[in-house]
């Protein structure tokens, strides 16, 4: 009632001092109760991230999505650990601009040429962020009871400090970072069509996940824009 009552400055005003003076080990940014500002640093310290909320509208990320489905070559990732057979229940793949070979937590896998989609929005990140990269990974989730684990995307492939641009289409999940050290958490809300940058030192001093949740049924599905050293 009071809320309703508020206008959006008003109600802007009162969140940013919560969250500015709040105790607590987890800062949280709700997309939807004002437009985020993409110039705005997520991470108190030690890295840079930026979210620019959606970047495509409504119709047009469903049509994305519908293409993504049905023309990316998607796999679940398989890996063996200790003797083991590992197999992901989310779907994954993995394109570029030549075959880049990319090793990640014991699984292998050569880059396929992009496809229009693929093509059409890297330009448009590419655009967005004054950044350029030069392969994509995409995951696909078929609900919130498929997420990814901590981790940093620090594989020695990747040029140190190159900018990773995150794309969303579908479900809204939510995004969170821990500091390796600090382990300081902060939570970052990510709307279907929207737009997140990791720049700088994150990767180092930071780890990611996108947690399991039984909210959420439906599927979504993740492109990030990545940086391959030459070899
Ligand atoms: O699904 C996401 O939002 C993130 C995926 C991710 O962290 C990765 O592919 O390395
Ligand atoms: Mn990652």
Not at 147 to 160: F, I
Not at 190 to 217: D, E, I, P, R
């Amino acid at each position: 009632m009071l809320f309703s009552l508020m206008n959006r400055a008003t109600c802007k005003t009162i969140f940013t001092y919560f969250v500015l003076n709040t105790p607590y080990l987890v800062l949280s940014f709700p997309m939807d109760l004002f437009n985020q500002d993409p110039t705005k640093n997520l991470l108190p310290y030690d890295g840079v991230v930026e979210y620019h909320g959606s970047i495509i509208d409504t119709a047009r990320a469903k049509e994305y999505f519908n293409a993504l489905l049905d023309s990316i070559e998607w796999k679940h990732d398989e890996s063996f650990i200790y003797g083991k057979h590992y197999v992901t229940k989310r779907m994954v793949a993995w394109y570029g601009d030549k075959s880049f070979e990319y090793s990640y937590s014991n699984t292998k896998k050569k880059a396929l040429p992009w496809t229009k989609e693929l093509m059409e929005l890297k330009t448009l990140v590419e655009k967005i962020s004054g950044e350029t990269f030069n392969s994509c990974l995409l995951n696909l989730y078929h609900s919130g009871e498929e997420g990814m684990s901590w981790h940093s995307d620090d594989e020695k492939s990747l040029v140190e400090n190159a900018c990773i641009t995150s794309v969303s289409l579908g479900a809204e999940r939510t995004f969170s970072f821990k500091h390796k050290t600090t382990k300081l958490v902060v939570k970052q809300f990510l709307a279907n069509g929207s737009l997140l940058l990791m720049k700088g030192a994150t990767q180092k001093y930071w780890q990611h996940a996108l947690l399991k949740t039984k909210k959420v049924q439906l599927p979504r599905i993740n492109l990030t824009f990545r940086s391959m050293g030459e070899y």
